[in-house]
């Protein structure tokens, strides 16, 4: 039974599989969770979150950012974070990142989700190129499959193209808005299925990213920005 979401099931089986390319071990079926019959496993899907978080709390020092917060993320939902500067916005994305851990609560993810994180001011790893750089920042070295690492470095040289950067500049003295695209560049290379983005509008006219990308290279991730 094939699901317009990318859900199926295997045949003869009533386990939920998530059909996908990763590009660190190629195609496979991820078994999501087990359910009685045909119907209600693609009600499921269809229902599914990307990522959960429950009775996140977390603290700096005596200020708390999140006080037993919950949320969810569904496939093709684009979220904004919206509210004063200090308050958790950036924070709550380095938690979905897996960069920060919660002081107490739990967040739960689909089975081989891959979320992919733009930082307000990128850091891009030294390298005697921008295209070698964005090959460290993409960790492409982990990916064992040569033909997969070949794919995701053409798209870093197609997306740099595309943002108006060069793969043989040097990462030194780039603009914060070169950063950004570059940042941006790796990120779609990697096709995540949470792309996330802090602060995108700082050193960056998303129209101007829009107009020099593929509208549709946006549709295809779950955004969540703030």
């Given at each position: ?187 779609f290379a990697l096709e995540p299925d949470v792309l996330l983005l802090d ?28």
């Amino acid at each position: 039974l094939g699901i317009d979401n990318g859900y199926e099931l295997s045949a003869g089986a009533s386990v939920l599989l998530r059909n996908r390319t990763d590009e660190r071990q190629g195609s496979r079926h991820v078994p999501l969770l087990a359910c009685p019959d045909v119907l209600h496993c693609a009600m499921l899907a269809r229902l599914m979150p990307l990522l959960t978080l429950l009775r996140a709390e977390l603290a700096f020092g005596t200020h708390p950012l999140l006080d037993r917060a919950e949320f969810s993320l569904e496939p093709g939902e684009r979220v904004g974070l919206i509210g004063r500067n200090g308050t958790g916005k950036s924070s709550l994305l380095e938690v979905i990142a897996g960069r920060i851990a919660l002081d107490d609560g739990e967040m739960q993810k689909s089975g081989g989700v891959r979320v992919v994180s733009i930082r307000q001011e990128p850091e891009l790893p030294a390298a005697p190129s921008l295209r070698e750089s964005l090959a460290l920042w993409a960790e492409l070295d982990s990916i064992e499959d040569d033909r997969v690492r070949w794919r995701v470095d053409a798209r870093i040289v197609e997306y740099l193209h595309r943002f108006g950067l060069e793969g043989t500049a040097t990462t030194a003295g780039l603009s914060g808005g070169e950063r950004k695209r570059a940042a941006l560049a790796g990120a779609f290379a990697l096709e995540p299925d949470v792309l996330l983005l802090d602060e995108p509008t700082n050193h960056l006219d998303m129209r101007k990213v829009l107009a020099k990308s593929r509208a549709s290279d946006f549709l295809y991730y779950t955004v969540v920005a703030n």
